[in-house]
Nanobody, 122 residues
Framework: QVQLVESGGGLVQAGGSLRLSCAAS????????MGWFRQAPGKEREFVAV????????IYADSVKGRFTISSDNAKNTVYLQMHSLKPEDTAVYYC???????????????WGQGTQVTVSS
């Protein structure tokens, strides 16, 4: 069993920045991959970014490329999502999740956090 707890969400003006954190505990492993997803009201959950624990492999969704940065801290079992140049369309609940295989597909992820709300005002 893996437990994931997100934090760092909030209300920010367009153009602002936020950093989300995802603390992992339980049966974690360096063989796992950590992903960030988001779900806006009335929309399906979508992929944002994924990283392996050593940070050697990263994929971003096109919509966040160049604005968001995913990183990992093995010592703290924590993954971060640094978000810059935020737009109102980035408003969503952001979730972290973990998988044992390299994937951007929601269905590959078996453990999910409870989510943290990010609201970007115009």
């Amino acid at each position: 069993q893996v437990q994931l707890v997100e934090s760092g969400g909030g209300l920010v003006q367009a153009g602002g920045s936020l950093r989300l954190s995802c603390a992992a505990s339980g049966r974690t492993s360096s063989n796992y991959f950590m992903g960030w997803f988001r779900q806006a009201p009335g929309k399906e959950r979508e992929f944002v970014a994924v990283i392996n624990w050593y940070g050697a492999n990263i994929i971003y969704a096109d919509s966040v490329k160049g604005r968001f940065t995913i990183s990992s801290d093995n010592a703290k079992n924590t993954v971060y999502l640094q978000m810059h140049s935020l737009k109102p369309e980035d408003t969503a609940v952001y979730y972290c999740a973990t998988t044992t295989r390299w994937s951007t597909s929601i269905t590959a992820y078996g453990y999910w956090g409870q989510g943290t709300q990010v609201t970007v005002s115009s």
